[in-house]
């Protein structure tokens, strides 16, 4: 419960500051060219608000509305989500919307995405300037990679260390390296070269083809994923009263298999534990749910790993042995960059813009079956926060966020600012307005897009809850 309300705290956070943001942009460009704005809401308010207030001699009502789905900027003489067709009838007034010239309209339209664009590369600058850069380089996982079935069939093997792809360098490991993989013709990676007792002679360069179809959301999303940095499978830590305490396991020793499935690497015990996860999810009874339960786990002892410890355990409900993973930094050294203020500001655009390249190149997965399943809702995006309150996430992933507010805002879909935005370019290249009816029509239908799209994505959420994707 703890963990839910942490996250949702985040949440609501970075949500409530993205929108008021977004459309302060809309309220900053309409008061610059005499727009009267109406309200500015934090939420929605169907039939009923939190909180509201009106300044003298002030036009705009500000409030707080209950359902927390976004907000909005009430434009006089405009044709939005409010449906205020009543105002469409009467004569236009000077300081409504509709009587601006097409250029001051498009800046208010495109305000609230310039803001929440402009707002994460600042974001991602001042991440940079205080906390700097923390990664690892691809090329210095001198253990190599562990590859799935579908990565060895390509010509991957294990301890392949990835260097790069067609000709150019992979770099940070992010998840820019399995996009680059998705779209490259040939990957080159290090392979060792042994003699006939299995010991290292040497390394070689090897340049592996890459089919044409491949696809970053089957790679992420099998089980186990494409390939994964190496890991030995050294307990780092034993929780006490555990299982493993129980039956002799201590920090320092090394996994080395589980009901006789061999396991080198914390790669592989994760995809054994989901495969005793299915079976413990398929039992039917408590006798065949113990039985699951049960395993028979060998680990060897101390560093030098000459002792083995063969033994059978009982795991928590939770399928749980309590036994801490090593940290992927005692293996490989980190690269941390620090910056100064003036130098933060271009790292961060770069890290902003490529994050909304690949934010964008990933959208063509969406119209695929997989693809509209991965669609998430409010409980998908709460989930990508931090299960304890730390800021440089938290700013990390608002910025994330604040990226695809405004890259969602600007598609031309009615309704949202990018159906406005359309319109008004048609205008200004055909020198004609599109009738009121139409774009009153336009906007009925875009909001039901939109209204449809959200069902969709929640209801993703409950089926992952429920366990069906």
Known sequence: MEVFLIRLLQFVLAISLLVLLHEGGHFFFSKLFGVRVEKFYLFFDPWFHLFKFKPKKSDTTYGIGWLPLGGYCKISGMIDESFDTEQMKKPAQPWEFRTKPAWQRLLIMTGGVLVNFVLALFIYSMVLFTWGDSYFDTKDFTMGWKFNTEAKE??????????????????????????????????????????????????????????????????????????????????????????????????????????????????????????????????????????????????????????????????????????????????????????????????????????????????RYIFSAEGAKSLGGFGAIGSLFPPTWDWHSFWLMTAFLSIILAFMNILPIPALDGGHVLFLLYEMITRRKPSEKFLIYAEYAGFGILILLMVVANLNDILRWLGYF
Not at 178 to 194: E, F, L, P, S
């Open 154 to 363: 390509l010509g991957f093997r294990d301890h392949d260390i990835l260097v790069g792809f067609d000709g150019k360098e992979f770099g940070k490991f992010n998840v820019d390296v399995y996009r680059n993989i998705t779209d490259a013709k040939t990957v080159q990676v290090i392979r060792n070269t042994t003699d006939a007792t299995g010991k290292v002679t040497g390394s070689k360069k090897i340049d592996i083809a890459m089919p044409e179809d491949m696809s970053l959301l089957a790679m992420l999303k099998n089980e186990p994923v494409f390939a994964r940095p190496f890991v030995p499978a050294e307990i780092d830590s034993v929780m006490p009263g555990s299982p493993a305490e129980k039956v002799g396991i201590r920090k320092g020793d090394r996994l080395l298999a589980i009901n006789g499935k061999a396991i080198d690497s914390w790669n592989e015990f994760k995809f054994e534990h989901g495969v005793l996860t299915d079976m413990l999810a398929a039992a039917v009874s408590h006798a065949d749910s113990m039985k699951v339960r049960t395993v028979t786990v060998s680990v060897a002892r101390g560093k030098a790993g000459r002792d083995t410890l063969n033994t059978t355990l009982t795991m928590t409900p939770d399928l749980l042995l309590g036994v801490g993973q090593t940290s992927i930094a005692k293996y490989y050294k980190p690269v941390n960059v620090e910056y100064g203020f003036i130098e933060s500001i271009p790292a961060g655009i770069a890290y902003g813009w490529n994050t909304l390249a690949g934010y964008v190149g990933d959208m």
